[in-house]
């Protein structure tokens, strides 16, 4: 393989490519990043097994043929050269790399390729989506994820389709965050991503044009567009029937800004006992919320929030960071509570938008 082609073409890619390398020492060949030179053009892949990408580049192909090359030390080479420097060639010697440029000349030891695997391509159903909906919703929902290993579906984002609508949804079992967006002609579509696929997937599709296809098999999602191709294995299994758990009634409803909710929390959070306790009293006659703290060991915190409430009185325990997280990803001003009774959940809405909702369950204690 000999090709050349401009440097800074070819260093974005690498850059991306190489955090979907596998770190363990056990499977060299994962660690590497496979180039292919062929037809002028130049792909540049890695995986994980878990997820895996390939970007393809214009370049002057002198000699076709492939390499596996150390994923961690390629993208190092590549990044360190010096900007002003245009133009780079790529040449195998022997068991080696030669990579050069006017003004330096590097050789890096390659890889066995024949042990690195290829992206899978499957056979499933598919549909055309805009990046834009896909990495909207993925982000406003991902943080509720579930962190565990031992229950694969709640450690994922749900993706379905209803008319008019793709709906994404998470839950760790003690909150629960739903997007709706509104999409046109979208076909049946059921798809478990499992969250530390869901952040690769987020990044990567950064790189993708406006209008990426999508592929799905009950194991594996492809996407992709004229230059970028990303794999990803998706969950097996059952999401939770969720809307059976959401209030069908709101007793009690509390408008509040977004900025005096954050500023209060930030007093949460040092003041707080083990269980992250937020003690909360809606107070309609005085058209205020009361948020209370208390840690034996360290004091309490008291706060008043100016509030506009209808439909009563009502007090509730919750887990502050759970609040707290929710507002990275309200882009409104002001938030909507709603309250049913004190052991049922809190709904949270941002104000005259019904695309989410936020369910926190109370803590009993």
Do not use: W
């Not at 190489?18 to 363990?24: F, G, M, P, Q, Y």
């Not at 890695?46 to 596996?68: H, S």
């Amino acid at each position: 393989m000999k090709i050349e082609c401009i440097l800074e073409k070819l260093n974005i890619p690498v850059q991306t490519v190489v955090r979907s390398t596998h770190k363990s020492g056990t499977l060299p060949s994962l660690q590497g990043i496979f180039l292919e030179a062929k037809q002028n053009k130049l792909s540049i892949t890695a995986t994980n097994l878990d997820i895996g990408v390939r970007f393809v580049i214009p370049v002057k192909v002198a000699i076709e043929g492939e390499v596996l090359v150390q994923g961690d030390i390629f993208s190092k080479v590549i990044s360190s050269i010096q900007h002003n420097e245009k133009n780079i060639t790529l040449e195998v010697v022997g068991d080696t790399l030669v990579i050069k440029t006017e003004k330096s000349s590097i050789v890096v030891k390659t890889l066995q390729k024949e042990d690195f695997p290829p992206l899978p391509k499957i056979e499933g159903n598919t549909i055309d989506i805009q990046k834009s909906v896909l990495i909207e919703g993925l982000r406003t929902v991902s943080f509720a994820a579930a962190n565990t290993d031992i229950k694969p579906e709640i450690a994922s984002v749900y993706i379905y389709s209803e008319p008019g609508a793709l709906v994404f949804v998470s839950t760790d079992s003690f909150r629960l965050a739903e997007k709706k967006i509104k999409v046109k002609h979208i076909s049946d579509l059921h798809i478990l991503i499992p969250n530390k696929n869901v952040q690769e997937i987020i990044r990567l599709c950064e790189h993708i044009e406006d209008t990426i296809r999508l592929t799905y098999s009950d194991t594996m999602l492809t996407i992709e567009d004229s230059t970028v191709y990303i794999t990803a294995r998706v969950v097996d299994g059952q999401f939770p029937d969720y809307k059976r758990i959401i209030p069908t009634e709101a007793l009690i409803e509390a408008k509040i800004l977004k900025q005096d909710v954050q500023n209060s929390l930030k007093l949460s959070t040092v003041f707080s006992d083990m269980f992250n306790q937020l003690h909360i009293s809606v107070q309609q006659e005085l058209q205020q919320i009361e948020f209370k703290t208390k840690n034996q060991n360290i004091g309490s915190v008291e706060q008043k929030i100016a509030a506009v409430i209808t439909g009563g009185d009502i007090e509730i325990n919750l887990n502050y960071k759970y609040i707290q997280e929710v507002l990275s990803v309200i882009v409104k001003e002001s938030i909507q509570m709603t309250f049913t009774t004190s052991n049922k959940p809190v709904v949270l809405r941002q104000n005259s938008d019904d695309s989410f909702l936020y369910l926190i369950m109370p803590l009993n204690r």
